[in-house]
């Protein structure tokens, strides 16, 4: 399938879409627009979903697909940690930790090309501590938008969010160990 047709499958525009909404949502968190920006979030969850589950049952699974969905996930990671940095909603602490995570994996990438390999497939700890992480930044924001529901709301959205950072280093280390196994000649990949 050639680029053009992959930009016309439906997950990839609807990949396409979340990345367009990104500096919106941004733009609606950095300017108190709460509930707008986590409807835009929302959306983007969903969106992302359903990308995946179109893309997996109509068989539209594409290289640019695999590019577009994590770096869309990303995006609306990075932007939430910044937006809620900024605005007093949560310790800088907590978007070090997780930016810290793809800053060590952007040193790491470039080996891999250099040696002439492509991106690594999406390990399973990596999705699950991506979802962790986007069920946590949409209950941190809401905690903030509904403190009545604080005792239920907080202690969700931290363990969702020690859970995501956790699984997030975690699945950092074994794509860490991966390119130094390819680079170095070991013969299984996880």
Same mark, same amino acid.
């Given at each position: ?11 990839? #525009? %609807?990949?396409?879409?979340?990345? @367009? /909404? ?6 609606? =968190?950095?300017?108190?627009? !709460? ?68 800053? #060590? %994996?952007?040193?790491?990438?470039? @080996? /891999? ?6 991106? =690594?497939?999406?390990?399973? !700890? ?65």
């Amino acid at each position: 399938m050639g680029l053009k047709q992959e930009l016309k499958s439906i997950p990839n #525009m %609807l990949s396409i879409l979340r990345l @367009i /909404l990104v500096p919106v949502f941004l733009w609606l =968190l950095l300017n108190d627009y !709460l509930y707008s920006a986590l409807g835009v979030l929302a959306f983007a969850g969903f969106s992302d979903w359903l990308d995946g589950q179109i893309a997996r049952r109509f068989n539209q699974v594409t290289e640019l697909g695999r590019v577009l969905d994590p770096a869309a996930d990303r995006l609306y990671i990075f932007s939430s940690l910044i937006g809620l940095v900024i605005n007093g909603n949560i310790p800088a602490w907590l978007a070090v930790a997780v930016i810290g995570r793809d800053v #060590m %994996l952007l040193v790491v990438y470039p @080996i /891999l090309a250099t040696h002439g390999y492509g991106p =690594l497939p999406v390990h399973f !700890l990596g999705k699950a501590g991506t979802f962790a992480l986007l069920y946590a930044l949409p209950l941190l924001l809401l905690a903030d938008l509904w403190p009545a529901a604080d005792f239920i709301v907080l202690p969700l959205a931290w363990a969702f969010a020690y859970w995501g950072i956790g699984l997030y280093w975690l699945a950092g280390f074994i794509y860490v160990k991966q390119v130094r196994d390819l680079v170095f000649g070991a013969k299984k990949i996880l």
